[in-house]
């Protein structure tokens, strides 16, 4: 039987530790966050995260538009946040109303306040080793397995999912921790054959139940990233009841890569204070 990588409590580990961070802070760090329109799914996430900064302390500012908003007040409005000394972190809500341009939005960003990780100049930082914000879920990924005290170097990382948002940015995380990775896709032939080689399986597709028992081996440490709902109910991407038998670690959906998510969004924030106030 494996154990069970329980991101809820190590969030709220973390969490801990940030509060006690923020309670040393002159004025407490703030997260603003822009939405634009009323997708209900973004309403839901953006409820979380304001719990969630509220619990550690953290102030949390929502603007939100309307659907029909233009791109010039958004931008405008990222602009006057980047100037705002009060503001650490800043992030847009996705997805956008159709026919927003999100590059456009998303560049406005300040890179020293982009704590998603996502403008075009953070992400060329994180490619060339520059420092920079690491997008929230591939970090949420890694702290998981600092926390568990598992080893990346010289283990087999397989990555299932090439998305820029998860899959890519996890190869570089992986390979800076020199662990050897395999990139799978929706072109990949041979998936079973590659998945079953993996000491280390991340799966970030959001296809329910995409890795079944026979496509991993014994001992395997398992993150599932993805997610779908049906008929009300939750489901990664792991077939977690007949897998959790083969995996040495394994995390659950949900509650596994999730909350930690959020959690890593904190996180970049209190490091976007101590820059600012550190002149770092």
Not at 8 to 32: F, G, H, N, Y
Not at 70 to 93: F, P, T
């Amino acid at each position: 039987m494996s154990q069970i990588i329980d991101g809820k409590e190590i969030s709220k580990q973390i969490k801990e530790e940030l509060a006690s961070k923020v309670k040393t802070c002159m004025i407490k760090p703030s997260l603003a966050v822009i939405q634009i329109g009323e997708d209900p799914a973004s309403n839901a996430y953006i409820k979380g995260k304001a719990k969630a900064a509220n619990e550690i302390g953290m102030n949390f500012r929502l603007f939100q538009y309307a659907f029909d908003t233009s791109e010039r007040e958004i931008v405008n409005k990222i602009v006057e946040l980047n100037n705002d000394e009060y503001i650490d972190g800043i992030i847009v809500q996705l997805p956008l109303p159709s026919g927003m341009s999100t590059k456009k939005i998303i560049n406005a960003i300040e890179v020293s306040k982009d704590v998603d990780g996502l403008t075009d100049k953070s992400i060329a930082r994180f490619y060339n080793n520059r420092k920079c914000f690491v997008p929230c879920t591939p970090q949420a990924v890694i702290e998981l397995l600092k926390r568990k005290e598992i080893e990346v170097a010289g283990k087999h990382v397989v990555v299932v999912g090439r998305s820029n948002l998860v899959g890519k940015p996890l190869v570089q995380l992986f390979l800076k921790k020199d662990a050897t990775v395999t990139v799978c896709h929706s072109k990949t032939e041979n998936l079973k054959e590659l998945t079953k080689l993996a000491d280390i399986l991340i799966v970030a597709v959001g296809k329910k139940h995409l890795i079944t028992a026979d496509m991993v081996k014994e001992g395997v440490i398992i993150v599932d990233v993805g997610i779908t709902r049906e008929d009300g109910k939750l489901y990664g991407d792991v077939d977690f009841d007949k897998v959790e038998k083969k995996a040495s670690y394994i995390t659950p959906v949900p509650g596994g890569v999730g909350p930690m998510t959020v959690t890593m969004l904190l996180k970049n924030v209190i490091e976007c204070y101590n820059n600012k106030n550190t002149g770092k």
